[in-house]
């Protein structure tokens, strides 16, 4: 498949290539732990009882009806147009090859992309993933998918849930007392991530061609994980490691143990 797909982006670290697709692997383990939760402590929604079945089949038969009729509705339209340059291999190799582009080469372009909340809702994952195993099948289907899309490092593609999945996490973290230090250290770290003091267009950078791949271009390329080079991967490999030591130290080791000390 890859050999038929030509990326014009940042090209896998042979070197790092194992890790990369070993940490990819373990990220999607952690992707499904909801669904596992879901099992676990909510067994009455899988229940296969007459009643059960009787109550979802009009519901599943009229979703499947609906879902067919967008599709082919959605087809026709594109029939219309020319055929789109992104087609359904492109896309699922896509997602596999910026997986493995560098070890969790798409979380560290989250997170320099969305700011600290991603290292929120990793650290915080343990919360995170019961809030949303206590949604409900349908919204820890959503989560899964789009946690799935999200082994690409374009991580515009996820602007229109990420709202929603922060929500869950600010639901699920909600337990927890935050001070005003807590919330200064959250701002700075997100004016930090925001780049906002950063120049991203120096007058004539982009006037001489070059590659985006190379510097200066990369000035606007290392902030887009399928335009990072493996250079700057490492540095903003560096930043998201070391926020997340900080804010693990000062925020999150704190907070379960104050919940811990309580609870006891």
């Known amino acids: 498949m890859f050999n038929n797909v030509k990326f ?6 042979e070197a790092l290539l194992i890790p990369s697709i070993l940490l990819a692997i373990f990220y999607l383990a ?15 929604e899988f229940k296969l009882n007459n009643e059960h079945i009787n109550l ?3 519901k599943i038969i009229l979703t499947i009806v609906i879902a067919l009729i967008l599709y082919i509705g959605f087809n026709s339209l594109l029939n219309l ?3 789109p340059k992104i087609t359904a291999e492109f896309f699922v190799a896509s997602c596999a090859y910026f997986a493995v582009v560098n070890p969790l080469n798409f979380l560290v372009a989250h997170a320099i992309y969305y700011g600290p909340i991603i290292i ?10 019961d809030k949303i195993a206590r949604m409900g ?8 998918l789009f946690a799935i899309l999200a082994l690409n490092s374009e991580s515009r593609r996820l602007v229109n849930i990420f709202p929603f999945f922060a929500i869950l996490l600010i639901s699920g973290i909600n337990k927890y007392t935050f001070n005003k230090k807590d919330v200064l250290l ?27 791949l190379d510097f200066p271009k990369q000035r606007f390329a290392m902030n887009t994980g399928l335009w990072t080079s493996t250079f700057m991967y490492f540095i903003n490999l560096s930043v998201v490691i070391a926020s997340s030591i ?7 080791k704190a907070k379960k143990r104050e919940i811990s000390q309580s609870g006891s």
């Open 81 to 83: 147009y020319e055929k």
């Open 30 to 44: 952690k992707v499904f732990e909801p669904f596992a939760l879901k099992i676990n402590n909510d067994h009455t």
């Open 8 to 13: 014009q982006h940042n090209k896998i670290n």
């Open 120 to 129: 929120f809702m990793i650290l915080f994952y343990s919360d995170f993933k």
């Open 137 to 144: 099948v349908s919204v820890i289907v959503i989560f899964s």
């Open 246 to 252: 900080i804010i693990y130290y000062f925020i999150v």
């Open 186 to 212: 959250v701002f700075i770290f997100s004016f930090v991530f925001s780049k906002i003091w950063f120049q991203l267009y120096p007058e004539g950078v982009y006037e001489d061609g070059g590659k985006l």
């Open 56 to 58: 979802k089949y009009g």
